[in-house]
């Protein structure tokens, strides 16, 4: 069907971009034979109710259905799924909400505040890079934060293992602006010209290189602004070179859809799904999220994290979180997924040669080994800083 209704083409330009087959597109309903799992669908948008699902993500033969199942719904269904009660207990997303409220806080001090990519000046506080500053003031909340495995295999789903986690959290006060409507990073952050010197092939394998995430830190009624999404817009291939076109943003705004949340919910989307930060029009709601934004072992993340620094500020309250059983194996892992680098490459391979495999032992291998043998603080420390040497140049 794809190639009947988009000729093969080496580049895309924006002045050929269609948009009636655009609109053929998006006009798709959710079959709901393809996705068994959700509980609902909303808005041709499945909905998965993570409290009867999360026991099945120990099961690695259940694991992988689920996991499957997302990834289609994300590459060839609706581009975006919800995860309604990815965090079981919420009391975590309130430690960290304060916590990320007196960081909004004290950057405003001392700067201007943070920017947005596609929003207005002053309608948002941001915190850049909010994966490593929660590490950073409280290790024990971040541990508890990312040991989340439902958030863990929807990543694995679309990225497979070894992913790169950042986040950002976005804070929409009242009366804060809708964004433009855009698709993300890689392609999507490019100027329009940079954009269409990428051929064809390489506009299809960008969306494969992120999966977008945002988390719900407090209740987000519609009124308050939620992502607006247009579902199925991820499948049309000349995406990038169209999103800035006026057509395609006048049928944006026609035909997208929202979906409220709840604290602790979790919604995941396709980069390439056609989607903005909605309006908040709500007289008292001052809307969070923390945008999370990971990144394929295979791609460049956007933001630079000093993972050394966060495995050594997490590795002794992940140590006790082994020994007083507070975590489970699966949960301990999806933290250390989160903070820690899971790839092997780039390295130094004169100082940093393979041993026993393909290739050296990675960040993540090393966290987990360290807990194994309760290796001390100090011991840790010293093992990381020498794999830090060995890696560079």
Same mark, same amino acid.
């Given at each position: ?24 597109? =998006? ?18 948008? +499945? ?22 199942? /997302?990834?289609?719904?994300? $590459? ?13 207990? &919420? ?12 960081? =909004? ?18 309608? #948002?506080?941001? =915190? /850049? %890079? ?6 950073? *003031?409280? +290790? ?10 439902? =958030? ?9 293992? *070894? ?6 959290? %976005? ?11 855009? !698709? ?59 999103? !800035? ?16 949340? &709840? ?6 989307? %396709? ?38 620094? $966060?495995?050594?500020?997490?590795? +002794? ?10 975590? *489970? ?17 780039? &390295? #130094?391979?004169? !100082? ?22 309760? $290796? *001390? ?14 890696? &560079?140049?």
């Amino acid at each position: 069907m794809k190639d009947q209704i988009e000729p093969k083409v080496g580049y895309f330009e924006t002045a050929a971009c269609d948009l009636n087959v655009f609109q053929t597109l =998006i006009e798709q309903s959710l079959d709901r034979v393809s996705v068994p799992h959700a509980f609902d669908i909303q808005e041709n948008t +499945p909905i998965y109710d993570m409290e009867k699902l999360r026991a099945s993500l120990e099961d690695k033969e259940l694991r992988r259905k689920i996991m499957a199942e /997302w990834a289609h719904v994300l $590459m060839h269904g609706a581009g975006v799924l919800v995860l309604r009660g990815a965090y079981a207990e &919420t009391a975590v997303l309130d430690e960290a909400t304060s916590i990320y409220e007196a960081i =909004i806080a004290q950057e405003k001090l001392a700067s201007d505040g943070g920017g947005d990519h596609f929003a207005a000046s002053g309608s #948002n506080d941001r =915190i /850049w %890079n909010s994966l490593q500053k929660l590490c950073e *003031n409280a +290790p024990d909340v971040f541990l508890r934060y990312f040991a989340n495995t439902s =958030i863990a295999a929807v990543c694995e789903a679309w990225l497979g293992p *070894n992913y790169q986690m950042t986040a950002q959290v %976005n804070l929409v006060h009242p009366g804060g602006a809708a964004q433009q409507v855009h !698709r993300d990073y890689h392609l999507g952050f490019q100027t329009a010209e940079i954009s269409s010197d990428y051929p064809a092939h390489v506009h299809d394998l960008s969306p494969a290189l992120t999966l977008q995430g945002a988390v719900a830190h407090c209740d987000m009624p519609i009124e308050s602004g939620p992502t607006k999404l247009l579902p199925f817009s991820q499948l049309y291939r000349a995406g990038y070179a169209a999103w !800035r076109r006026p057509d395609f943003q006048t049928l944006f705004e026609e035909r997208h859809i929202q979906l409220p949340l &709840t604290k602790g919910d979790a919604l995941f989307f %396709n980069p390439a799904l056609f989607h903005a930060a909605g309006a908040n029009t709500s007289e008292n709601i001052h809307r969070m999220a923390n945008l999370l934004q990971v990144s394929s072992a295979f791609g460049r993340a956007m933001e630079t994290v000093d993972r050394r620094k $966060m495995c050594k500020l997490l590795y +002794p309250f992940a140590l006790e979180s082994r020994n007083d059983g507070t975590l *489970n194996a699966s949960e301990l892992a999806a933290t250390i997924a989160a903070a820690a680098e899971g790839y092997s490459f780039p &390295t #130094n391979l004169d !100082r940093d040669p393979p041993k026993g495999g393909l290739a050296p032992e990675t960040q993540q291998a090393l966290f987990a080994r360290a807990i194994a043998e309760s $290796m *001390n603080d100090q011991e840790f420390a010293s093992h990381l800083d020498q794999m830090s040497a060995k890696q &560079t140049a």
